[in-house]
């Protein structure tokens, strides 16, 4: 396990569930997490010096040796344009809900799947018919 991958580690280790709350409910946060785990990451192949120990220094390490496509996201995601993309990954990043590997918050993915399912769920049929 390299450096980076070390760092990330950490931080999926120790999820705070109160993140879903920035999605829930949210349509266009939905989207863009859903593309987040369908557009390529990519680690810088030289990392630059992690220069803090903060957690937020770490985070901020993390995110500054990835590149993802925005354009991608951006087509994904269904967002308007790159500035308004830039406004809506900031709080998502920020809040730990999405990660620079290309995975997301495993609180929030078990929100999204149930929601899925949700959806999917077969609703009984009447039995109850009336003898003719």
């Known amino acids: 396990m390299n450096i980076f991958?070390?760092?990330?580690s950490w931080f999926k280790q120790n999820e705070k569930p109160e993140t879903v709350l920035l999605v829930a409910d949210n349509p266009d946060r939905i989207k863009l997490v859903i593309a987040w785990t369908n557009c390529s990451m990519y680690q810088s192949t030289s990392l630059s010096e992690?220069?803090?120990k903060s957690e937020n220094d770490v985070w901020d390490w993390l995110w500054?040796?990835?590149?993802y496509s925005a354009t991608e996201l951006k087509e994904?995601?269904?967002?308007?344009?790159?500035?308004v993309?830039?406004?809506r990954i900031k709080p998502l990043i920020g809040?730990?809900?999405?990660?620079?590997?290309g995975t997301i918050n495993s609180y929030v993915q078990r929100y999204l799947r149930e929601r899925v399912l949700k959806l999917f769920e077969i609703k009984p049929k009447n039995t109850n018919k009336k003898d003719m």
């Open 5 to 8: 991958e070390e760092k990330l």
């Open 50 to 52: 992690l220069k803090g």
């Open 64 to 67: 500054e040796n990835v590149n």
């Open 76 to 83: 994904k995601s269904d967002t308007p344009s790159e500035i």
């Open 85 to 87: 993309l830039e406004n």
């Open 95 to 101: 809040n730990r809900i999405i990660y620079p590997d």
